[in-house]
C-alpha cells in the first residue's frame, strides 16, 4: 500500500531576497511542497494575500490567527506568518534576551494546521528575518511614533513601546505587501495603534482584529505564559476573573465606576497579583469615561504574577442604571 504523501510545510525566508522572490511565486510555489503532493487548487494566482506578524513562541492564540487568515483568503491565497522578536519595542530591564524563541517548532506547529487543498499548507511563507536583515543599518532614526496613544495605559508603563511596535509593523507591512493583516485583540491598544496608523498615514492594508483565545481555565493565551510557575498561574486568573466580575457589574447597570472597583476589589485580594493599571476605557480612543456614561466600552488590566507581566481586557457593556422600584405605601 503506498505510503500517503508528508504534508506540505511553510516555506521558511531569512532575508529581503528571499521574501521578495517567494511572494512573487504563484500560489502554493512558495510552500515547501514535498514529493508526491501538487500545489493544486481552484486556480494558481493568489487572489489575496494576507499577513499574520508574530514574536515567535506561537501558540493556539497565534494559530486562530493563521485559521483566520487562511478563511479569509481560501485555498489560493498567500498566509504569510512573521517571526521577528523586536527589540525596539523592549524597553531597559524587559525580558528581550529571555523572551522564547524556537523557530523549529513555531515552523512545525503551522505544517500541523489542516492542508486547505491538497499540497497546499495553511501557511505558505515564513519569514524570519534576523535583526541585523530588519535593521541593516543598525537602529533606525527614523521612527513611526504613537502619538497620544503610546502615552496612556500600556504607554505610560512601557515608553517607547508602541512606537517601536508601530516602526515594525510598518516595514513589515512594506515587506510583505499584504490586502489584509490579521492581529489578535487581546493586545487590544496596540492594535488600535496599529488601526490609527493605517488610517492616518494611508496604508493600503486591511486590519482585522481576531479575538482572544482562553485556556479552559480563562487565562488568555500568552508566550509568557511559559514564564509562571504552577502557584503563579493560579494567581494568574485573578485577571480574567477581575475583567468578568467587572463586566458584570457594569451590565448590571451598577456604572463605570463599579466596574472599576468590583474588579480592583478582586485583584486585590490576590496579594500576588501587583497591578500596573485597571482602566475602563473608550474601546475606539483609550480614552477614560466619565462616571454616568452607558454604552460599549473596555476593560483593561495589566499586572505582574512573579516577575510575568501580563495583560487582558474585555468588552464590557456599560448599561442605564437600573431605575429605583417603588415600595408598597408609596415609599422608595
Known sequence: ?????????????????????????PAGAAADVPAGATPSGPGIEARERAV??????????????VRAARERVGPTGQVVVTVFVNP??????????????????D??????????????????????????EMYPGGDPIVRVTSGRIGTVLEGAFRPGHFDGVLTVVLKLMHLTRPDVAFYGEKDAQQLLAIRRMVADLDVDVE?????????????????????????ERVDALALSQALR?????????????????????????????????????DPTTVDDLEPEYVGPALLLVAARVGTTRLIDNLAVDVADPAPSTARPGGTQ
Open 1 to 25: 500500500m503506498p505510503t500517503p504523501p508528508a504534508a506540505a510545510r511553510p516555506r521558511v525566508v531569512r532575508t529581503r531576497d528571499g521574501l521578495r522572490g517567494a511572494l512573487a511565486a
Open 52 to 65: 499574520v506578524m508574530t514574536m515567535g513562541a506561537l501558540h493556539d492564540g497565534h494559530l486562530q490567527l
Open 88 to 105: 525596539l519595542q523592549f524597553g531597559p530591564g524587559e525580558d528581550l534576551d529571555r523572551y522564547p524563541r524556537d523557530l523549529d517548532a
Open 107 to 132: 515552523v512545525a506547529l503551522l505544517a500541523g494546521l489542516p492542508e486547505p487543498a491538497p499540497g497546499r499548507p495553511a501557511v505558505d511563507l515564513v519569514f524570519a528575518p534576523p535583526v541585523e
Open 207 to 231: 486590519v482585522v482584529g481576531v479575538p482572544i483565545v482562553r485556556d479552559g481555565d480563562g487565562l488568555a493565551l500568552s508566550s509568557r505564559n511559559a514564564y509562571l510557575s504552577a502557584t
Open 245 to 281: 466580575a467587572g463586566a458584570a457589574a457594569a451590565a448590571a447597570g451598577q456604572g463605570a465606576a463599579a466596574a472599576i472597583e468590583v474588579a480592583s476589589g478582586m485583584l486585590n485580594e490576590h496579594p500576588g497579583v501587583v497591578v500596573d493599571y485597571l482602566a475602563l476605557v
